[in-house]
C-alpha cells in the first residue's frame, strides 16, 4: 500500500541553522504531497503542498519539491528560527485520504 | 471564518467506559474525515464521510467504534467500551468537495485508564 518515510527526530538546531528533513514515498500512480506542521498545543496545519512532478511548494521560507524519479519531497529552510519549533510531518494522498509519515519534532534554540 | 471545531480537547476515561467525540467541520465542507494518531506516529485515516454518507470505514474498527454525520455537517465518534490501546489523539478534519486541502480541528487527547 501506499506509504511515507520520513526522517525521525527529534533534531535541535541553532537559529539560523540549515535544515532538511527527508520524506520519501511509495505509492500506485502519482499522488499530491504535503508537509504539515504541528505547532505545540495546536492542530495539524498545512505547510506547503505539490500535487504534481517537479512542482516545488514553498511557505514562510520551507521549501520542497516534487521529485519522482527518487520519489522524494524533502523539505528545506535556509534559515531556521525559534518559532519554527514544532512536529513536521510528509504526507501523500488527495482527496480520499492522507497518508502520513510519523513525524518529526524540531527544536531551535536561540 | 472559523475553522474546524472539536470537543472536548481532552477525556480521561477508565477502560470498558464510553467515549464521544464532536467535531464541526468548516461551513460548506462536505467532506469530513476522522483520523486517530498515536503517540509518535502520524494520523492514521478512521472514516470519511461525504456529506451524511460514509463513504471509506474500511480502518474503523466496527466492533467498538461508530460514527454519524446525520444530517451532513457535524460529526460523533464513539468508542463503547474503551480499551486501553485506545489512548491517542482524535483528529477531525474536513475539505471542501474532497478536492485539495484537508483542514484539521485541535483534536481530542483521549486517556484511557
Given at each position: 500500500?501506499?506509504?511515507?518515510?520520513?526522517?525521525?527526530?527529534?533534531?535541535?538546531?541553532?537559529?539560523?541553522?540549515?535544515?532538511?528533513?527527508?520524506?520519501?514515498?511509495?505509492?500506485?500512480?502519482?499522488?499530491?504531497?504535503?508537509?504539515?506542521?504541528?505547532?505545540?498545543?495546536?492542530g495539524l496545519q498545512l505547510l506547503l503542498k505539490a500535487t504534481k512532478a517537479?512542482?516545488?511548494?514553498?511557505?514562510?521560507?520551507?521549501?520542497?519539491?516534487?521529485?519522482?524519479?527518487?520519489?522524494?519531497?524533502?523539505?528545506?529552510?535556509?534559515?531556521?528560527?525559534?518559532?519554527?519549533?514544532?512536529?513536521?510531518?510528509?504526507?501523500?494522498?488527495?482527496?480520499?485520504?492522507?497518508?502520513?509519515?510519523?513525524?518529526?519534532?524540531?527544536?531551535?534554540?536561540? | 471564518?472559523?475553522?474546524?471545531?472539536?470537543?472536548?480537547?481532552?477525556?480521561?476515561?477508565?477502560?470498558?467506559?464510553?467515549?464521544a467525540f464532536w467535531c464541526n467541520p468548516i461551513s460548506g465542507h462536505n467532506?469530513?474525515?476522522?483520523?486517530?494518531?498515536?503517540?509518535?506516529?502520524?494520523?492514521?485515516?478512521?472514516?470519511?464521510?461525504?456529506?451524511?454518507?460514509?463513504?471509506?470505514?474500511?480502518?474503523?474498527?466496527?466492533?467498538?467504534?461508530?460514527?454519524?454525520?446525520?444530517?451532513?455537517?457535524?460529526?460523533?465518534?464513539?468508542?463503547?467500551?474503551?480499551?486501553?490501546?485506545?489512548?491517542a489523539v482524535y483528529l477531525c478534519a474536513s475539505s471542501l468537495n474532497g478536492?485539495?486541502?484537508?483542514?484539521?480541528?485541535?483534536?481530542?487527547?483521549?486517556?484511557?485508564?
Amino acid at each position: 500500500g501506499n506509504s511515507v518515510t520520513q526522517m525521525e527526530g527529534p533534531v535541535t538546531l541553532s537559529e539560523e541553522a540549515f535544515l532538511t528533513i527527508n520524506c520519501t514515498y511509495t505509492a500506485t500512480g502519482y499522488p499530491s504531497l504535503f508537509w504539515y506542521v504541528q505547532y505545540p498545543g495546536e492542530g495539524l496545519q498545512l505547510l506547503l503542498k505539490a500535487t504534481k512532478a517537479d512542482d516545488k511548494g514553498s511557505n514562510k521560507g520551507f521549501e520542497a519539491t516534487y521529485r519522482k524519479e527518487t520519489t522524494s519531497f524533502h523539505l528545506e529552510k535556509g534559515s531556521v528560527q525559534v518559532s519554527d519549533s514544532a512536529v513536521y510531518f510528509c504526507a501523500q494522498g488527495g482527496s480520499e485520504k492522507l497518508v502520513f509519515g510519523k513525524g518529526m519534532k524540531l527544536t531551535v534554540n536561540p | 471564518e472559523a475553522g474546524v471545531v472539536q470537543s472536548p480537547r481532552y477525556k480521561i476515561i477508565e477502560k470498558k467506559q464510553p467515549v464521544a467525540f464532536w467535531c464541526n467541520p468548516i461551513s460548506g465542507h462536505n467532506t469530513l474525515y476522522w483520523y486517530r494518531q498515536n503517540l509518535g506516529q502520524g494520523p492514521e485515516l478512521l472514516i470519511r464521510y461525504e456529506n451524511e454518507e460514509a463513504v471509506d470505514d474500511s480502518q474503523l474498527p466496527k466492533d467498538r467504534f461508530s460514527a454519524e454525520r446525520l444530517k451532513g455537517v457535524d460529526s460523533t465518534l464513539k468508542i463503547q467500551p474503551a480499551e486501553l490501546g485506545d489512548s491517542a489523539v482524535y483528529l477531525c478534519a474536513s475539505s471542501l468537495n474532497g478536492l485539495g486541502e484537508q483542514f484539521f480541528g485541535p483534536g481530542t487527547r483521549l486517556t484511557v485508564l
